[in-house]
Protein backbone atom coordinates (compact mmCIF):
# COMPACT_ATOMS: atom_id res chain seq x y z
CA UNK A 1 0.00 0.00 0.00
CA UNK A 2 1.36 3.16 -1.27
CA UNK A 3 1.76 5.66 1.57
CA UNK A 4 1.14 9.26 2.15
CA UNK A 5 2.94 11.56 -0.56
CA UNK A 6 4.19 15.14 -0.44
CA UNK A 7 6.31 17.62 -2.20
CA UNK A 8 8.42 19.39 -2.10
CA UNK A 9 10.46 17.91 0.35
CA UNK A 10 12.60 21.11 0.92
CA UNK A 11 11.54 24.86 0.37
CA UNK A 12 13.89 27.92 0.77
CA UNK A 13 12.25 31.03 0.70
CA UNK A 14 12.69 34.53 1.68
CA UNK A 15 9.97 36.27 4.34
CA UNK A 16 6.87 37.90 2.15
CA UNK A 17 7.50 35.04 -0.31
CA UNK A 18 4.34 32.80 -1.34
CA UNK A 19 4.82 28.80 -0.76
CA UNK A 20 2.28 26.14 -1.53
CA UNK A 21 3.07 22.34 0.12
CA UNK A 22 1.11 19.67 -1.87
CA UNK A 23 0.03 16.20 -0.51
CA UNK A 24 -1.70 12.84 -1.48
CA UNK A 25 -3.27 11.06 0.87
CA UNK A 26 -3.67 7.12 0.92
CA UNK A 27 -6.28 5.98 -1.67
CA UNK A 28 -9.26 5.68 0.17
CA UNK A 29 -8.47 7.87 3.29
CA UNK A 30 -11.70 10.35 3.96
CA UNK A 31 -9.80 12.48 6.60
CA UNK A 32 -6.59 14.03 5.72
CA UNK A 33 -4.55 16.69 8.47
CA UNK A 34 -1.94 19.47 8.02
CA UNK A 35 0.35 19.87 11.01
CA UNK A 36 3.33 22.03 11.47
CA UNK A 37 6.47 20.56 13.32
CA UNK A 38 8.53 23.29 14.60
CA UNK A 39 11.63 21.97 15.64
CA UNK A 40 11.73 20.35 18.82
CA UNK A 41 8.22 20.20 19.44
CA UNK A 42 5.67 17.86 19.08
CA UNK A 43 3.11 18.31 15.77
CA UNK A 44 0.10 20.77 16.03
CA UNK A 45 -2.95 20.20 13.84
CA UNK A 46 -3.39 23.74 11.48
CA UNK A 47 -6.60 21.72 9.95
CA UNK A 48 -8.36 18.93 8.93
CA UNK A 49 -10.09 17.77 6.38
CA UNK A 50 -13.36 14.77 6.00
CA UNK A 51 -13.35 14.52 2.27
CA UNK A 52 -13.63 18.28 1.08
CA UNK A 53 -15.09 20.16 3.64
CA UNK A 54 -13.16 21.56 6.75
CA UNK A 55 -13.82 19.67 9.83
CA UNK A 56 -11.36 22.11 12.48
CA UNK A 57 -9.39 24.92 11.38
CA UNK A 58 -9.54 26.41 14.86
CA UNK A 59 -5.46 26.82 14.70
CA UNK A 60 -4.66 27.97 11.36
CA UNK A 61 -3.12 31.80 11.44
CA UNK A 62 -6.21 32.26 8.64
CA UNK A 63 -4.31 35.87 7.72
CA UNK A 64 -1.73 33.56 5.83
CA UNK A 65 -2.43 30.16 5.65
CA UNK A 66 -5.10 28.57 3.44
CA UNK A 67 -6.06 24.99 2.64
CA UNK A 68 -8.02 22.87 -0.16
CA UNK A 69 -9.09 19.41 -0.52
CA UNK A 70 -11.29 20.74 -3.24
CA UNK A 71 -11.99 17.00 -4.78
CA UNK A 72 -11.94 15.12 -1.82
CA UNK A 73 -8.37 13.39 -2.18
CA UNK A 74 -5.24 15.81 -2.86
CA UNK A 75 -4.79 18.66 -1.12
CA UNK A 76 -2.53 21.38 -0.90
CA UNK A 77 -1.40 24.15 2.27
CA UNK A 78 -0.16 27.79 1.23
CA UNK A 79 1.28 30.22 3.54
CA UNK A 80 1.28 34.29 1.67
CA UNK A 81 3.13 35.79 3.01
CA UNK A 82 6.00 33.85 5.15
CA UNK A 83 7.23 35.06 8.15
CA UNK A 84 10.25 33.96 9.45
CA UNK A 85 8.25 31.85 12.34
CA UNK A 86 6.69 29.54 9.70
CA UNK A 87 9.98 27.83 9.37
CA UNK A 88 9.19 24.15 10.52
CA UNK A 89 7.99 20.94 8.73
CA UNK A 90 4.98 20.64 7.60
CA UNK A 91 3.13 17.01 7.95
CA UNK A 92 0.38 15.47 5.98
CA UNK A 93 -1.37 13.17 7.50
CA UNK A 94 -4.31 10.65 7.02
CA UNK A 95 -6.96 7.96 8.66
CA UNK A 96 -9.85 6.36 7.02
CA UNK A 97 -12.27 8.57 9.13
CA UNK A 98 -11.91 10.84 12.02
CA UNK A 99 -12.59 8.87 14.97
CA UNK A 100 -10.84 6.89 17.56
CA UNK A 101 -8.85 4.32 17.10
CA UNK A 102 -8.41 5.14 13.05
CA UNK A 103 -4.71 5.64 12.44
CA UNK A 104 -3.25 8.75 11.43
CA UNK A 105 -0.50 7.60 8.75
CA UNK A 106 2.48 10.76 8.55
CA UNK A 107 3.49 11.80 5.29
CA UNK A 108 7.25 12.66 4.52
CA UNK A 109 6.96 16.20 5.25
CA UNK A 110 8.07 19.63 3.74
CA UNK A 111 11.09 20.96 5.63
CA UNK A 112 10.26 24.98 5.27
CA UNK A 113 13.08 27.56 5.77
CA UNK A 114 11.67 30.99 5.70
CA UNK A 115 15.16 33.50 5.12
CA UNK B 1 -8.26 23.66 25.60
CA UNK B 2 -6.53 20.20 25.47
CA UNK B 3 -3.03 20.15 26.84
CA UNK B 4 -0.58 17.25 27.00
CA UNK B 5 2.89 17.84 29.49
CA UNK B 6 5.88 15.23 27.92
CA UNK B 7 8.48 14.01 30.47
CA UNK B 8 11.11 13.86 30.07
CA UNK B 9 12.43 15.91 27.07
CA UNK B 10 15.49 14.14 26.89
CA UNK B 11 16.21 10.34 28.08
CA UNK B 12 19.86 8.54 28.03
CA UNK B 13 19.46 4.56 28.72
CA UNK B 14 22.33 1.86 28.19
CA UNK B 15 21.59 -0.57 26.16
CA UNK B 16 19.60 -3.39 27.82
CA UNK B 17 17.84 -1.06 30.35
CA UNK B 18 14.15 0.38 30.54
CA UNK B 19 13.03 3.56 29.93
CA UNK B 20 9.98 5.46 30.85
CA UNK B 21 8.22 7.87 29.17
CA UNK B 22 5.28 9.75 31.11
CA UNK B 23 2.69 12.29 29.77
CA UNK B 24 -0.88 13.74 31.30
CA UNK B 25 -3.40 15.39 29.90
CA UNK B 26 -6.21 17.74 31.13
CA UNK B 27 -9.24 16.63 29.36
CA UNK B 28 -11.38 14.87 30.85
CA UNK B 29 -12.69 13.67 27.75
CA UNK B 30 -9.74 12.03 26.01
CA UNK B 31 -10.38 8.60 25.02
CA UNK B 32 -7.24 7.22 23.21
CA UNK B 33 -3.92 7.39 23.62
CA UNK B 34 -1.42 6.91 20.80
CA UNK B 35 2.30 7.16 21.16
CA UNK B 36 4.53 7.81 17.81
CA UNK B 37 8.07 7.26 16.86
CA UNK B 38 9.86 9.72 14.98
CA UNK B 39 13.55 8.73 13.96
CA UNK B 40 15.72 11.64 12.90
CA UNK B 41 14.47 13.20 9.69
CA UNK B 42 11.37 11.03 9.55
CA UNK B 43 7.83 10.87 9.58
CA UNK B 44 6.32 9.77 12.94
CA UNK B 45 4.63 6.60 13.48
CA UNK B 46 2.50 4.91 15.68
CA UNK B 47 4.04 2.28 17.66
CA UNK B 48 1.55 1.64 20.39
CA UNK B 49 -2.02 3.40 21.56
CA UNK B 50 -4.52 2.49 24.03
CA UNK B 51 -7.62 3.11 25.03
CA UNK B 52 -9.52 4.30 27.93
CA UNK B 53 -11.27 1.39 29.03
CA UNK B 54 -7.94 -0.39 29.41
CA UNK B 55 -5.13 0.17 31.96
CA UNK B 56 -2.89 -1.46 30.34
CA UNK B 57 -1.48 -2.68 27.02
CA UNK B 58 1.92 -4.53 25.93
CA UNK B 59 3.35 -5.13 22.66
CA UNK B 60 6.56 -7.38 23.05
CA UNK B 61 9.16 -4.77 24.45
CA UNK B 62 6.64 -1.71 24.13
CA UNK B 63 3.58 -1.44 27.45
CA UNK B 64 1.60 1.66 27.95
CA UNK B 65 0.07 2.06 31.28
CA UNK B 66 -3.01 4.59 31.51
CA UNK B 67 -4.51 5.93 35.14
CA UNK B 68 -7.57 7.88 34.03
CA UNK B 69 -8.40 8.94 37.94
CA UNK B 70 -4.89 10.85 37.41
CA UNK B 71 -5.01 11.65 33.79
CA UNK B 72 -1.47 10.52 33.03
CA UNK B 73 0.01 7.56 30.98
CA UNK B 74 3.26 6.35 30.18
CA UNK B 75 5.40 4.49 27.30
CA UNK B 76 7.44 1.86 28.69
CA UNK B 77 10.54 -0.07 26.78
CA UNK B 78 12.18 -2.87 28.08
CA UNK B 79 15.75 -4.18 27.04
CA UNK B 80 15.99 -0.91 24.91
CA UNK B 81 18.32 -1.33 21.64
CA UNK B 82 20.10 1.18 19.63
CA UNK B 83 17.63 1.06 17.14
CA UNK B 84 15.17 2.58 19.66
CA UNK B 85 17.18 5.72 20.26
CA UNK B 86 14.36 8.36 18.87
CA UNK B 87 11.99 11.29 19.65
CA UNK B 88 8.75 9.81 21.28
CA UNK B 89 5.46 11.76 21.21
CA UNK B 90 2.85 10.95 23.30
CA UNK B 91 -0.99 12.46 22.04
CA UNK B 92 -4.01 12.48 23.35
CA UNK B 93 -7.83 12.01 21.30
CA UNK B 94 -10.57 14.13 22.29
CA UNK B 95 -13.89 12.62 20.80
CA UNK B 96 -15.66 15.54 22.06
CA UNK B 97 -16.53 17.22 19.33
CA UNK B 98 -13.27 18.17 17.43
CA UNK B 99 -11.80 14.49 16.71
CA UNK B 100 -8.49 15.86 16.96
CA UNK B 101 -4.77 14.53 18.45
CA UNK B 102 -2.62 17.07 20.42
CA UNK B 103 1.10 15.82 21.14
CA UNK B 104 3.10 16.47 23.45
CA UNK B 105 6.71 18.32 22.93
CA UNK B 106 8.74 14.58 22.74
CA UNK B 107 11.08 12.81 24.66
CA UNK B 108 14.36 11.90 22.59
CA UNK B 109 15.69 8.89 23.96
CA UNK B 110 19.34 7.94 23.03
CA UNK B 111 20.41 4.21 23.61
CA UNK B 112 24.17 3.85 24.58
CA UNK B 113 25.82 0.43 23.28
Known amino acids: EAGVAQSPRYKIIEKRQSVAFWCNPI?????LYWYQQILGQGPKLLIQ????????DSQLPKDRFSAERLKGVDSTLKIQPAKLEDSAVYLC?????????????FGPGTRLTVL | GENVEQHPSTLSVQEGDSAVIKCTYSDSASNYFPWYKQELGKRPQLIIDIRSNVGEKKDQRIAVTLNKTAKHFSLHITETQPEDSAVYFCAEYSGAGSYQLTFGKGTKLSVIP
Open chain 1, 93 to 105: ASSQGPKMGNEQF
Open chain 1, 49 to 56: FQNNGVVD
Open chain 1, 27 to 31: SGHAT
